[in-house]
């Protein structure tokens, strides 16, 4: 049975080390989860299964004036509807520890994250995806089950989003990153 319930402080050692793991070692930082408690505009759901945290989705509700620091899209007609949204909400840094993949936690909190996200007028609900050198999109078929469309493939786009001076340092390709950011959305009544 998956619990989805908000992010607590007790629980920052097993999301980091699940960050660390599934999502690379430059990626979320101790200080990244404190913000996402701490920030009106974010919000972070764990999954628990048996008793143990075993993922995370930190989400993000932002305008459109945002738009260049929290997706950086290029110029493109997504990034146009983007733009005419007056609140958009985004799955921002999902994981799953490797041990429960395959048994619906992500599922359970990419729903309820979408679900708040709605509830809080977002007009629209996005994720960039990351797709990798293989073209295998992790995230892929839980996006779809949201009812999201996959749009725009950016080249290099982690090595620009990460901070990192050699290039982000991704779990599948090493550092620099040689995988794609997708951007997947879809457009609320
Ligand atoms: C992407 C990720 C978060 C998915 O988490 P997850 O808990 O494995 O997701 P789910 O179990 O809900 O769904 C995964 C698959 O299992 C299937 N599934 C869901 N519930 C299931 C169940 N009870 N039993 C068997 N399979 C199930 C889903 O249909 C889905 O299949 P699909 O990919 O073919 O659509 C996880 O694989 C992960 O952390 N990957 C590494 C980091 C990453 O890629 N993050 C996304 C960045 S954009």
Redesign the pocket.
Known sequence: MIAVRRLEEGDVPSVLRISLA??GSDYLSETDFADAMADDEQFCNVAVMDGSVV?FAICRVFGPGSEPEVLGLPDCPERDVVLSTDMIGILD????DDS?????????MCSACVDEMTAAGCGMVC????RSTTGRT?????L??LGMAETVAIPGYWNRMVDSPGGHDCPECGAPCRCHGVFWYRTLP
């Open positions: 599934e999502l993922g840094s999902v994981a799953v429960a993949k395959g048994r619906g936690a992500g599922s359970a994720a960039m995806a990351w992790n995230i892929a078929g839980i779809r089950g």
